[in-house]
């Protein structure tokens, strides 16, 4: 066996993404955030969309159909689980889980290569990563917990299989949003990708899933989505957020449906311009009538042009846009 090589004799590979630039192929993402901002719910959609071979919220295409493994130990299978995949419109034929009822399965267990291998899954979601260590292998001790994660990622890679680890938040408010995630900085070293969710800081029921770490592509724009209790979770898409600002709040906000569609429009229109119908369809989605989008579509001065027969809306520039 050869000791050493040179890059020279290196085969360059290319990257093959599940959704560019957030979630490769064959490597770990994290998907980290506050206890109710929506992570397994967001985990649940993409899986869902992965299972039907569906258009991605930021407009790119699954090609074809593919197997997912949900592994979660928080929620009943039978009484959450299900009905969540069936509200995401998921193929269940295509979504398997581990059975776990005599050994509680880990992150080193021999099960998760023999069912990757058996269902030939190319998404694997545990949710949370908290309650797959095993006892003897402490969150907080870091050469151990990158012992587990560099194994997780070698099977990821073997199998071109899409993991994604869900994580809960600590409580602290301070330092890197890289560094909140509970357990050793090493989980988030060898992931890939790790994305955040966030609430809107004005409104606390739109969501945002933004990456802190993307080493293989550069950083995506925010993902906006709604989750509340009358309308579920819908996406809203690719958009603009400021990250900084954004708060974990919890309370209750009574806003009338007129400024939630203002609200909505400013986040659907921060990246592009977007067809006025597929606006249209997504507020009808969130229960909010044409009309009182007619109306919020004026009070912000929202400008339309038609571009090969389908019109466009776009948020109007600025005085201060165009000195800067």
Known sequence: MELYEYYSSVEPKQVDWLWYPYVPYGKITLLQGDPGDGKSTLALNIAALLTNGGILPDGSEISEPQNVIYQCSEDNGGDTIKPRLISAGADCKKIACIIDEEKNLTLEDKRLE???????????????????????????NAVRMRSIMTKLAALAEEYKCA???????????????????????????????????????????????????????????????????????KWIGKCEANIETMKSKKGTYHKSKQEKAKELLKVMLSVQDCPSKEIYKKMEDLGIGERTVRIAEKELGIEAYKKKNTWYWKMPVLDNDVES
């Open 114 to 140: 023999q069912v990757i291998k058996e269902t030939q899954a190319k998404l694997l979601i545990l949710d949370p990563i908290q309650s797959f260590i095993s006892q003897d292998g402490d969150m907080q």
């Open 163 to 233: 993991v994604i680890l869900i994580g809960h938040m600590n409580k602290s408010t301070g330092g890197k949003k890289l560094y909140r995630g509970m357990g050793s900085i090493d989980i988030a070293a060898i992931a890939r990708s790790v994305l955040m969710i966030a609430r809107d800081e004005d409104n606390p029921d739109i969501r945002y899933m933004f990456p802190v770490k993307s080493s293989l592509a550069p950083e995506g724009c925010a993902i906006g989505f709604v989750f509340d209790e009358n309308v579920g979770f």
